[in-house]
Nanobody, 128 residues
C-alpha cells in the first residue's frame, strides 16, 4: 500500500509563497504520474497540477494556478513538490497529493477518479 504524506502548508499573506512536499513510501513511485489536488471550504476537490513519471517529462496545471505554481519530483527521494508563488486568498484549501492508478501513463489525467493513495492533506491559508 502506497502511503503519501503531505507537508509544508501554513498561513501566508497574499503575494507570499509556500513549498509543499509529498513523501511516498510503499509500492513503486517512479513509474506513476503524480498529482496535486485541493479542496476549498464548501467545494469539491479540484485538480491543481500533475507531473509525468519520467524525469524531465511533462507537467500540466489548472488554469487558475498556471504561471504561479510549479510541480516537480525527485524519484530518488520518492517525493513530489508544489512550489506556490504569488498566492491569493482563493488558493486557501487543503492540498492533497495522489498517485495515478495507471503505471507508465502517457496521458494527462485531471480527474480525481484517476488517482489513488491520497494523503491526509496539508492546510494552506492565504490571508488578504
Amino acid at each position: 500500500q502506497v502511503q503519501l504524506v503531505e507537508s509544508g502548508g501554513g498561513l501566508v499573506q497574499a503575494g507570499g509563497s509556500l513549498n509543499l512536499s509529498c513523501a511516498a513510501s510503499g509500492l513503486p513511485f517512479s513509474s506513476y504520474v503524480m498529482g496535486w489536488f485541493r479542496r476549498a471550504p464548501g467545494k469539491e476537490r479540484a485538480f491543481v497540477a500533475a507531473i509525468s513519471w519520467s524525469a524531465g517529462g511533462y507537467t500540466y496545471y489548472a488554469d487558475s494556478v498556471k504561471g504561479r505554481f510549479t510541480i516537480s519530483r525527485d524519484n530518488a527521494k520518492k517525493a513530489v513538490y508544489l512550489q506556490m508563488n504569488n498566492l491569493v486568498p482563493e488558493d486557501t484549501a487543503v492540498y492533497y497529493c495522489a498517485r495515478d492508478r495507471r503505471t507508465y501513463s502517457g496521458d494527462k489525467p485531471r480527474s480525481s477518479a484517476r488517482f489513488e493513495s491520497w494523503g491526509q492533506g496539508t492546510q494552506v491559508t492565504v490571508s488578504s
